[in-house]
């Protein structure tokens, strides 16, 4: 065989085994932490396993909500105040940005319910998203006793978003 398809053939190979081994990667939590952890820079991914938690970076102030399996801003302590019971429970991690970016909830977000009506709603940037049980709730340690009751009419009215389970 010439020289040239050769290594064609021989780039053509590398190439594939590069995609394949890239294709059958090992989730982050699963795999083992590397002795120079700043050498590796994992792309953020959706982590649906860690729904519910609430998170905060060692290396900042900031906390999140993990919602769809994605990392959301809580914008202040306020709205914090608004949607959860209290301030334990919150997971230190080393890399919040390892979990996607879902954007942030919205000021002054928070937990809402016809008078009448047994469903509760978390009502962020615009959207309300049914809480589908209690212990939905209690996964996400949304605060029974912070929520407000909103009329039917002014409920009805605010566009619905996914469900919260």
């Known amino acids: 065989m010439p020289r040239r398809p050769r290594l064609a053939v021989l780039a053509i190979l590398l190439a594939t085994v590069a995609a394949l081994a890239g294709s059958a990667a090992v989730p982050a939590a699963a795999a083992p932490a590397p002795a120079d952890q700043s050498a590796i820079a994992q792309p953020p991914r959706v982590r649906p396993d860690l729904n519910g938690l609430r998170i905060k970076d060692i290396s900042g102030p900031a906390i999140y909500l993990v919602l769809d399996g994605k990392r959301r801003h809580v914008p202040n302590p306020e709205t914090y105040n608004n949607l959860f019971r209290d301030w ?58 912070r929520i407000a009751s909103i009329s039917p009419v002014a409920l009805h009215a605010i566009p619905t978003g996914a469900s919260i389970s």
């Not at 809402?112 to 996964?139: C, F, H, Q």
Request: avoid cysteine; charge should be negative.
């Open 88 to 145: 334990n429970g919150i997971q230190h991690v080393v890399d919040a940005a390892a979990i996607d970016n879902g954007g942030p909830l919205s000021d002054g977000a928070f937990l809402g319910k016809a008078p009448n009506a047994p469903e509760v709603y978390l009502v962020s940037n615009g959207v309300k998203r049914w809480i589908t049980s209690p212990a939905a709730m209690d996964k996400y340690h949304f605060a029974w006793n």
